[in-house]
């Protein structure tokens, strides 16, 4: 069985920094791309940040040149740090990947929890 997990979540005032990170456990083959979505209250969930395999990044522009994304595919973990942070940016925030799992044929998008953000002004 396969499981997100994920810390980093908390209060944290205005300009102030946050780094996230999510942790893939369980019969694992492969993972493909890992990445960071968000939701706020009465909002759609949005992709915030995104990294393949090989590092390749993507970033909703909101969050772009505040935020930075990373793995470690040893431990099969990836990480967002957030800084600059603007209440705004209070959200849940949900780690996603796409994983092949062990004896499977078929690749499938794993998530977690959520762990919650909140920026105060």
């Known amino acids: 069985q396969v499981q997100l997990v994920e810390s980093g979540g908390g209060l944290v005032q205005a300009g102030g920094s946050l780094r996230l990170s999510c942790a893939a456990s369980?019969?694992?083959?492969?993972?493909?791309?890992m990445g960071w979505y968000r939701q706020a209250p009465g909002k759609q969930r949005e992709l915030v940040a995104a990294?393949?395999?090989?590092?390749?990044?993507n970033y909703v522009e909101s969050v772009k040149g505040r935020f930075t994304i990373s793995r470690d595919n040893a431990k099969n973990t990836v990480y967002l740090q957030m800084n600059a942070l603007k209440p705004e940016d209070t959200a849940v925030y949900f780690c996603?990947?796409?994983?092949?799992?062990?004896?499977?044929?078929?690749?499938?998008?794993?998530w977690g929890q959520g762990t919650q953000v909140t920026v105060s002004s």
């Open positions: 996603n990947a796409d994983i092949l799992p062990r004896d499977y044929s078929h690749w499938i998008a794993y």
């Open positions: 369980g019969s694992i083959f492969s993972i493909r791309t």
């Open positions: 990294i393949t395999k090989v590092g390749s990044t």
